[in-house]
């Protein structure tokens, strides 16, 4: 449960590490915003609002969830996979329906020039109501729209990472339906969240100051989920977030 101050502040003291679905609205403006300003060399974040349903009489405006498109990576020559071959069996279709080539032309990504081989990723921040944390959903596919499949994204991501995910219960990659999408994408389990964003806030300067910003929260967690892809929070990020 989140205690909170009336100046929008988590008391670390009396804290379990996870937020409500306000307080995730709130974050997560407060990261679009920082992102969009300091992480110009990526693709813009922006908030996906929860489309209206006939079925809910009303829907309310904290529903929805982060997207930062069309991040471009290059694997490793032992990782590529978009240059030809057939498709791993077994493995679930990844998408909707089949990505077109003009969706990834675009001038926003993380390199100037690229090729064939290059992955694409797509990465959603969406509130799990269970847990009462963010999780990350991503999916990810070649400049032709062919999906990767789970084994090709984790011997595309850096070596570091890959070690983590061997290591570290929270950061397992799963699969399962994107809860507005309706279709399978794959996601970094949440079930560690709450305690290592309890021990991250932990060492904040400002708990000794009537506590931490909930404006903090998403830049401060996706500061250690990025890194899972090699994606680095720039340090203005944080530090323009008031205490």
Known sequence: MTTLSNQGKIDIS???GTISQHEFHTAASAFAERWNKFNAALPQC???????????????????????????????PAAES??????????????????????????????????????????HVVYNASYRVPVLYFRAYCS?????????VEKSIPAISAKLLMLSKWTFITQEDHPYLNCPWYTLHPCGTSEWMKM???????????????AKYLVSWFSVAGQVFGLKIPFEMLSSIGN
């Open 14 to 16: 009396c804290w379990d």
């Open 46 to 76: 922006s908030w996906v609002a929860r489309p209206k349903s006939p079925y809910l009489s009303s829907t309310s405006k904290d529903e929805g969830y982060l997207s930062v498109e069309n991040v471009i990576m290059f694997p490793t």
């Open 82 to 123: 978009c240059g030809g071959g057939d498709d791993k069996e077994g493995e679930e279709e990844l998408s909707c329906s089949r990505f077109q080539e003009d969706d990834f032309i675009d001038g926003a990504t993380m390199l100037q020039n690229h090729d064939d081989a290059s992955h694409h990723y797509d990465f």
């Open 144 to 152: 032709d729209g062919r999906t990767l499949v789970l084994d090709d």
């Open 200 to 214: 991250l806030f932990s060492y904040e300067p400002a708990v000794d100051h009537g506590g931490v910003a909930v």
